[in-house]
């Protein structure tokens, strides 16, 4: 009865395109490996200007002479009519080709760069922009101009289009100097929200790793294991992995994810393998959000084996921070492996923590479920049947948007769910930087110029339109498996409520006798006990107990 299915909860988590480490080197003064200056322009005619796109480009000479005339008609040939006239006619251009770039001079990139280490990303980019437009690929320091324009942008608060021209960098490698620091940066990108497929597939993922330094070697021989492990090819997955180093922190994600990968492959997993996830959960390599992922599937794959005790000592090993109010997902398996052990009390006083009004929007139709369950073993019926309808009165309109087949990513409740974690959490936070980073875009409209201002505004614009077609297609996939879930709960609570009627009608059969209840433990002398008067309090959401007495009969046979 685990809210959502083992696999489903742990392959979000294991093939996550997980933070690197360290922060982005400054650029540093300009030593051997930075870049030369721009050359002088030459005192001769200035050769054609480039496109935007970097190809030179130039425009048709004209003929010096007359053009010549129409033959004329031969006598008593008919005229052609309009019709064939206009078919005769050569097809005018339906657009005019781009204007050619402006002439820059070549010493402005000298002066873009002052600006940026004096610490003005924002008078640097513009000119950066306008000397990379007017200058081809092949100069010495073209690179160079997207790298520092990189990182004016990246300054300025626009992650994704600085991203965009590193990207460029570590696939176009026309300058040797600038990839790694380009890789480097990029690197230290994917700990915020960002293009996974820019960045993770199509450069981390796509690299040759001969030349790579170790740190962004290492990065790369990850993404690549991973991208291996999500096509099924764990061989080759494993072929990346064994270039980490032992002690390293991309060795450790690897090895996480390979473990979760196996998980897909075995029908019971061994304790071996709960052993394997043990060991990540205190491993100081790994982020603290990836060892509280270990220690959950430590907890989940010992429920799914019955070993509920082992399972309550894994979920004490997921340490969250000083006065956070938690995960409520955390604190209703911890509810449901309680109420497995016969622990009625505490895994009712669970339940009253994910009342707090820190977890009322959580999706949980299970939490209605497994507080019935409580109701009805301790012989409350009526609270019992109370609490099953409860499921169905606050999912009413989800439920009957399900019933009619409406579309799902409408339904608020449903929505929430779905990107609350997962890849649709993902696509929704990206997306959510790409509307921020957007609106800030438009304040920096007077500094950039026209040029550069336009050039990126249409770049969010594309940019905004594939995250929006990304996360509805995630948003899709992700609220039908929610709705599974609502249904699945829905159907059980009504049976639910038929064993409960039927409870409330059953006759006592004469000589029974009210059961003994299991005997509490009670207070040590170090504690103290306060009744509940409604008021939550972030330090003690995990400490509720509920006293309530058994009602129950015991039959004499």
């Known amino acids: ?231 099924g090819n764990e061989r080759w997955a494993n072929t990346h992995f064994a270039k980490l180093d032992e002690g390293s922190a991309e060795a450790s994600r690897a090895k996480f994810a390979l473990l979760v990968t196996r998980l897909k492959t075995v029908k019971e997993p061994s304790e071996e393998l709960i052993n394997d996830f043990l060991t990540l959960s205190k491993d100081e390599k790994l982020t603290h959000e990836s060892r509280n992922e270990a220690a959950l599937a430590v907890a989940r794959l010992r429920y799914e084996r019955k070993d509920f005790k082992g399972a309550l000592e894994a979920y004490n090993l997921v340490q969250l921070p000083e006065l956070d109010p938690g995960r409520a997902t955390l604190y209703l398996e911890e509810a449901w492996t309680r109420y497995k052990l016969g622990e009625l009390r505490a895994a009712l006083g669970i339940l009253t923590t994910l009342d707090a009004p820190s977890f009322r929007d959580e999706f949980l139709p299970d939490k209605y479920l497994l507080r019935a369950l409580i109701f009805r073993d301790l012989c409350h019926y009526l609270p ?17 948007a399900i019933a009619e087949r409406d579309d799902l990513t409408q339904d608020l409740r449903l929505r929430r769910a779905a990107e609350a974690h997962g890849a649709t959490r993902r696509a929704a936070r990206f997306k959510e930087v790409l509307e921020l ?19 990126l505004t249409k770049l969010y614009a594309l940019s905004l339109g594939e995250a929006e077609r990304v996360y509805q297609s995630r948003l899709t996939e992700a609220v039908r498996q929610e709705a599974d879930t609502l249904l699945q709960a829905s159907e059980q609570v009504r049976l639910m409520e038929y064993e409960v009627g039927l409870k409330l009608y059953e006759r006592v059969k004469k000589g029974s006798k009210v059961a003994t209840p299991p005997e509490e433990e009670l207070l040590k002398a170090e504690q103290v006990a306060f009744p509940f008067d409604g008021e939550y309090w972030n330090d003690e959401l995990k400490s509720y107990r509920v006293r309530i007495e058994s009602r129950c009969i015991e039959e004499n046979q």
């Open 1 to 231: 009865m685990m809210p959502r299915s083992l696999l489903a909860a742990l392959a979000s988590a294991a093939l996550l395109v997980l933070p690197g480490s360290g922060s982005a080197r400054a650029a540093g003064a300009r030593s051997s490996g930075a870049p030369a200056r721009a050359p002088a322009a030459s005192s001769g005619s200035p050769a054609p200007a480039p496109s935007n796109s970097g190809t030179p480009t130039a425009a048709p000479a004209a003929s010096s002479g007359t053009p010549a005339a129409a033959p004329a008609a031969s006598p008593g040939t008919p005229a052609p009519d309009s019709a064939d006239a206009k078919a005769a006619a050569p097809k005018k251009e339906e657009a005019a080709p781009p204007p050619a770039p402006e002439k820059v001079d070549p010493k402005i990139f000298d002066q873009a760069l002052s600006d940026y280490f004096d610490g003005k990303p924002r008078a640097a980019a513009g000119p950066l922009f306008a000397w990379l437009s007017a200058t081809p690929k092949t100069d010495d320091n073209y690179a160079w101009g997207q790298y520092f324009l990189a990182r004016s942008l990246i300054d300025l608060g626009l992650t994704h289009a600085g991203a965009t021209y590193l990207a460029r960098i570590a696939r176009e490698r026309t300058n040797p100097n600038v990839l790694p620091r380009a890789l480097e940066l990029l690197k230290d990108l994917t700990d915020k929200p960002h293009d996974d497929v820019m960045i993770d597939e199509q450069v981390f993922a796509a690299l040759d790793l001969g030349f790579l330094e170790q740190e962004a070697g290492a990065y790369a021989h990850y993404q690549q294991g991973l991208v291996d492990l999500r096509v």
């Open 384 to 400: 019992a049947k109370r609490s099953a309808k409860e499921l169905t009165r606050r999912f009413g309109d989800s439920l009957e």
């Open 437 to 455: 980073e957007s609106e800030r875009l438009g304040r920096y409209a007077g500094s950039f110029g026209d040029r550069l201002q336009s050039h």
